[in-house]
């Protein structure tokens, strides 16, 4: 493994970086694998490496020493342009969250390229407030190339350094496979975000005008709505109303969604979701058959999804990533109780080695907290990347005397109001990163 990415073992190391010793929360076991995962990133890509990305930003959090290992990752992927990888992606993203005070000076460098950094960069551009960065901000969004001069230009919106009518005046410009990049790579950690300023408004308009799939029109939409403009609202509120009937019910659900939240946001609509339906509302391609919608309204106490979340959970053991997400919901709101032992085969079965993590922080999330910090010391040698981040973040919840007795895990039922304030180790973030390696 390349000394850049090797953990603090020695005097030497601990005295270049100084503060990392003191701000760690990861098991060491988990940030030595995941920093040898990495390392193997570098010397050849591998299948893996989504995952591996995946993991690394979800645990970037809890470890400083695994951040300045991805800052020394990055620095590597920049200076060989390898800004379509997924770990440089996962670390320029992770290095952003922390304000890293190394940040500046690296996509100050990915923006001198002929790729500017890529969407990442401009992600990552968008969560630090450095001075610096103003300037290549603005000298990339004077560029020919339109997807790169819109990325630099929402970053610029976001900072505060324009009032959006450049961004406006591009949007038009923008192909419908660069939209689909920028909705992915820009647009969804921007949802995610605290709201930017209302400036962008027009130019997503612009973008949803042009998108045919509902689930990258919502996530434009929500960016938008959460920053005070209420057409997406109002649009969304039109076609549920009287639009054609086959698809007033997904607009009715969108309506909620750009609503959920808000002092007048009101519950999701009482409509069993299909299939589709919920296919649809995802922002991930409709083939991918993501139930990330689904899940939210579960979230939300929804008691419609009952029917749905059973149908999921019904295979004997636990077949899937989303039979057990649904089994979850299921136990804690629910109250089957009978699914709670499913949860426990599926966390100790050898069979499906690749399901044990994630039923393994399910079990946390029940409720069932000293079987799953037992059973996270095994995850810790898993063949299985996946594995040692659930196990990771769940002896790190467990090393946290707030987080093991906060909220009530268990006995919740649809429609209480702490249901959707407990603490939950699977939530929607996570799971898309550690189990499907989706690094937005």
């Known amino acids: 493994m390349p000394k850049a990415l090797r953990a603090p073992t020695s005097s030497s190391a601990s005295d270049k970086r100084p503060a990392l010793a003191r701000a760690e929360i990861l098991d060491k076991a988990a940030r030595t694998r995941i920093e040898d995962e990495l390392g193997a990133a570098l010397k050849r890509r591998q299948a893996t490496e989504p995952k591996v990305a995946g993991c690394a930003r979800a645990l970037a959090p809890l470890s400083a020493a695994l951040r300045g290992s991805l800052g020394d990752l990055a620095q590597v992927m920049i200076r060989r342009s390898s800004f379509k990888r997924e770990t440089y992606s996962a670390a320029v993203r992770s290095l952003a969250d922390s304000d890293d ?160 939240g808000t002092t007048d946001g009101a519950a999701p609509p009482e409509m069993r979701p299909t299939v589709e339906l919920i296919a649809r509302l995802s922002d991930r391609p409709s083939a991918d058959r993501d139930t990330t919608f689904l899940f939210r309204m579960a979230r939300a106490g929804s008691t419609a999804v009952r029917p749905m979340l059973e149908a999921l959970a019904k295979s004997t053991p636990l077949s899937d990533e989303t039979a057990i997400r649904a089994a979850l919901y299921l136990v804690r709101d629910h109250a089957r109780e009978d699914l709670r032992e499913g949860l426990v085969q599926a966390a100790t079965t050898p069979r499906r080695e690749e399901l044990r993590g994630l039923a393994v922080a399910a079990l946390w999330d029940v409720g069932n907290r000293d079987l799953a910090r037992d059973l996270s010391a095994d995850l810790m040698t898993s063949k299985h990347v996946s594995n040692v981040a659930w196990g990771a973040i769940v002896r790190a919840a467990a090393s946290d005397r707030r987080a093991a007795d906060s909220g009530r895990a268990s006995g919740l039922r649809a429609g209480d109001p702490d249901s959707v304030r407990v603490p939950t180790l699977v939530n929607e973030t996570r799971f898309r990163w550690i189990q499907w390696g989706w690094v937005e």
């Open 101 to 260: 005070r190394r940040l500046p000076t690296m996509l100050k460098s990915a923006f001198a390229t002929d790729e500017a950094g890529g969407h990442a960069a401009f992600s990552a551009a968008c969560f630090s407030r450095d001075p610096s960065l103003a300037q290549p901000l603005a000298k990339i969004a004077a560029s020919r190339q339109s997807h790169l001069a819109f990325g630099a230009e929402t970053a610029r919106v976001v900072r505060g350094e324009s009032n959006g009518s450049h961004l406006t005046q591009l949007a038009p410009m923008i192909k419908e496979s660069h939209r689909l990049a920028l909705c992915a790579e820009l647009f969804v950690p921007l949802s995610r975000s605290a709201p930017v300023p209302k400036l962008v408004g027009p130019a997503l308009g612009v973008l949803r005008g042009a998108e045919r799939h509902l689930g990258r029109w919502l996530v434009l939409a929500e960016v938008a709505a959460r920053a005070g403009d209420m057409d997406p609202v109002n649009e969304a509120a039109s076609k549920a109303d009287g639009g054609p009937s086959s698809s007033r019910a997904a607009w009715a659900l969108v309506r909620w969604a750009l609503t959920e």
